[in-house]
Structure formats: structure tokens, C-alpha cells
């Protein structure tokens, strides 16, 4: 069983669906599809004069500010049209595939932050009624029903916290705790780039095989940005999960090509000891 | 089991979800929510410079005009805000709610009629491209599978076409056709009236029953739009639904009062004969 997260970037459009879809059709294995939807989330909100507002912690992370109407343009984004433009595009293709948030059925909770503090635009903000959030919990039992059954789920954040309101939760989480809860044979993640790149100006630097026996040495060959991706792939594998693989959404057969090699691949090298 | 349809005007709005959460999470039996989302998608599509545009056929009959981008603002009311809001507000109040559209594991599939010609604004056109659709078949397997194992299932148009294109189907049909597949005990239309009335502009000239073993003296006693209602009403009826309620969505515990005979009730008055 795959867990196949498709970023949300602006690069893998509506023609990035028809090629997953028409490589996915060709798949034997179960798999779950988890989506992102950031392009179409900024889009939508610029079209709707609410541009994207960036805070500054005092630690240097930088987060979106999501109010109430922001979440919505969220739902809106993530669950109504990225979500439904996939499903039906591998429906055409003959994939029993069910859309889902993780709202739906219990499958993620967290808890939200309400109050953001830090920079905005130079100056200190303290902003109320953030609706970013921690993800706390994955109950994967909706998702082996529907695997279970023949359809192929194919989910998105946000998720619930307390109270009823939506979180925005970051997909690539959501993706690696539903792989770890699953025991996913394999967890793949699709953006626009080759994989995790030495230098990520130059789409040549590929690294091809990160060996998750040696967690050190895979740690310091990551740099910036990188290192919170090695940590969470050594953290996959470490509960369990196959392997993890960075790899290119933009291209015709990616799923094919990232299982034959094409990205970046976390596994542990070592050759399992032959059984008496 | 009751199908419970919840419309889409600006009359039920979040406050109204509470309603029907409060009211539905004291049900012993299971449900399937069917909803609108009219007033968001008008809302959203107004904000996005996207009017809508109202042909009339040659025949009276007044749709509205579905292009692409159209069926995007659609998707998000409907399948992203209006959807997950309400799956959000029901799993709040402890109701283990599913949210999908009629695309998500192929529950309702229909066909476009691409070319849509008639009077708009005085002037006759020939619209291409339209994504207004009619519903043909319904699969209520999924719907079947999730309240099996304890989900309640939360649905919404759109439907899919051949061709992986999203259809805007009536969603008082999705909700008809779901019912007669699941041989409902019970179906449940919410709008902003008390029910089906005999004069539109007198909310006391609530019809409170109707006969379905007398389908001539039903349809006598409709007027206008209220036919259409009824025929269907009859129709369920007759394919094997206990009954059919229209009642008020705009009020407290909206389901248990329609239950009690609050609304216009729609059922074969004959007693059974009993059994030798």
C-alpha cells in the first residue's frame, strides 16, 4: 500500500491530475492519494481581496494568518475545487476514488493556536482567531474501510479541532502519520522539484539514496529546508513505513519513474539478516 | 432510515447546521444528509465577478448558465465551504459525519447537455460549454457502506459526467434517487417555508397531508411550482418510501417538529390489511 502526497503548487495543475491519474489507472497495489492546494488557496484569496498575511515569529518561522473567512477560502480551495478536480479526473481514468478532508469521518484532529504573535510588514501584531493548528491525532479506520472496499481515498487537509472548527494543518504531516498508521509499504511525495537537491538552485544535484540506517550522516548531508524533510523521512521509516520518496510531479508517469528510481529515496540499506 | 434534505437558501445558514446538529444527535437511527449550497455559490460567484447568467428556453423554463470556471466557484460553495462546514458543525455535537459529493466514489453520474440556447437579457443566445447536467443513475453502495459501519454520510451535487466532467445536478433529485435506492423509511425536505402551502405568499395556508393513494386529488390541490414537488413526493411514495415530509429548516429542532407533523407530510393514508 502507497501513500502518495501531490503538493499543492501552482506546477502540478490540472494537467499534473490527468498524469497521476493515467499512471495510477495502470496500478495493481491500493493506494491513498493526500493533496495539497496552496496555489489555488492564494489564488482564490487574491481573487477574493484577502491577499496571503505572512507573521514573523520571534523564533524566525514564518506562518499564514488564517481568520475565519480565510479557513473558508481554504475549504474552498482544498476541499471544494482541488479536491473534486482530482477525484473526477481519476474517476475518468477508471480509479474508484472517494474525496475526503481530513475533517471527514474523524481523520485528523488537532488543536488550533488561536492567538498568533510576531512581525507583520515591520511591525509587532498580535493576531486572534488564528485558525493554523498542530496535528494531534490520525484515526486511519475510515480510510481501511474505504481501502478495504475497493475505493481509493484521496484526502486533503484542513483538520478538526475542538469546538468544531476546521485547522489548517500542514499535508505533509498529515500524509506521514496516515503512512505510519497504515504501515505504508511506500510514502511519496510530489512537488516541483527532482527530489531533495544538494543545491537547490541546480536541479542536477540530486541525491538519489539516503540510507536511514545512519540517521547522522543522513541529517548532515541535508541543509536548510531539506533537514525538516530527511528528519520526517527517517521518521517514517523508523515507525515502519517501506521507504520514503521525494520526487517530481511534473512529469508524465511520476509515480512509475519515482518507484524505479527517478527521486530521491530514504530506506534502510541494510540486508536484512537471512531467516534460520 | 431517513434521508434529510437541507437547502441551500440564505435562510439556513451556519446557526441553522446547529440546529439540525443539536436535533440530529439525538437520533437513534441513522441518516443521510443531502444539501444545498444556492446562496454560497450566488455569494462566492458575485465576489468573483462571476453574476449569475439566467437563460430562459423557448419553452419558459429559466436555468442557469454553467461554464468551467462557474462549475469551479461550485465546487468550492458547495463541496468546500458549505459541506465541510456543516460535516464540522454535526461532528461537533458528536454525529460521526461523512462529507462527499454525489463525484466521490461514483454515487451519482449523469449526463451534460453541452449546448444550452434560449432568451437572455431579451437577446436569444447559444451558450456552449455548459455544465448543467441531469442525473441518470444513482450508486448507493458507498452511501450503504459507511452507514453499515457506523458513518453518517453528508452529500452534495455535483454529479460526474463521461469525460470526468462535473455536472450540476438538482440536488431534491440526488436526494429522491438516494432514498429509493435505500428504501428510506423516511424523506425529509428542508427550505425556508413551513412546507407546502396553498397560497406561496401565506405561510398559515400550510397544506399539512397528502394523500399518495389519491394521486389525482394530490395533484389537484398543487399549484405552480408546487407540482413538481408533489409529483416527486408521489413518486417516492410509490417506489417505496414511507413517506415524504417538506417542512421548515429555518426553525429548533427542525426534524424532530417535521416528524411530529409540523410540515406538509406526503403518504398512503391506507391502513395495510392485516395479516391472516
Known amino acids: 500500500m502507497l501513500v502518495i502526497k501531490i503538493g499543492g503548487g501552482a506546477a502540478i495543475g ?8 493515467a499512471d495510477l489507472a495502470a496500478f495493481q497495489e491500493p493506494f491513498v492519494v493526500v493533496h495539497g492546494g496552496n496555489a489555488e488557496f492564494s489564488e482564490l484569496s487574491r481573487k477574493l481581496g484577502m491577499p496571503p498575511r505572512m507573521i514573523e515569529s520571534a523564533s524566525g ?22 479536491n473534486k478536480r ?14 475526503l478532508s481530513a475533517i471527514d469521518g474523524g481523520i485528523a484532529a488537532g488543536r488550533r493556536k488561536p492567538v498568533l504573535r510576531g512581525i507583520e510588514d515591520g511591525k509587532t501584531k498580535v493576531l486572534r482567531d488564528d485558525h493554523a493548528g498542530t496535528l494531534e491525532t490520525v484515526d486511519a479506520r475510515l480510510v481501511r474501510l474505504l481501502l478495504d472496499n475497493g475505493y481509493q481515498p484521496v484526502l486533503t487537509p484542513p483538520a478538526l479541532s475542538p469546538g468544531g472548527v476546521p485547522i489548517n494543518i500542514d499535508g505533509d504531516k498529515l500524509a506521514l502519520e496516515l503512512a505510519v498508521a497504515l504501515g505504508a509499504d511506500g510514502l511519496l511525495f510530489f512537488s516541483d522539484t ?5 543545491n537547490r538552485a541546480d536541479e542536477t544535484s540530486l541525491i538519489r539514496d539516503i540510507d536511514a540506517s545512519d540517521p547522522a550522516a543522513a541529517l548532515a548531508a541535508a541543509a536548510g529546508r531539506m533537514v525538516v524533510k530527511v528528519e520526517a523521512a527517517l521518521g517514517a521509516v523508523q ?4 521507504r520514503v520518496i521525494f520526487a517530481d510531479g511534473r512529469i508524465e508517469a511520476p509515480v512509475t519513474r519515482a518507484l524505479a528510481g527517478a527521486g530521491t529515496t530514504v530506506r534502510t540499506s541494510a540486508v536484512a539478516p537471512a531467516s534460520a
Do not use: Q, W
Not at 490540472?14 to 491519474?21: I, Q
Not at 482530482?86 to 474525496?99: E, F, P
Open 61 to 82: 518561522r514564518v506562518s499564514r494568518y488564517t481568520d475565519a473567512p480565510t479557513m473558508d477560502a481554504m475549504l474552498m480551495a482544498y476541499c471544494g475545487k482541488v
Open 86 to 99: 482530482l477525484v473526477a479526473t481519476l474517476r475518468d481514468h477508471g480509479i474508484n476514488a472517494v474525496g
Open 239 to 242: 515507525h515502519g513505513v517501506g
Open 14 to 21: 490540472e494537467g499534473g491530475y490527468a498524469n497521476f491519474a
Open 194 to 198: 527532482p527530489g531533495l537537491l544538494a
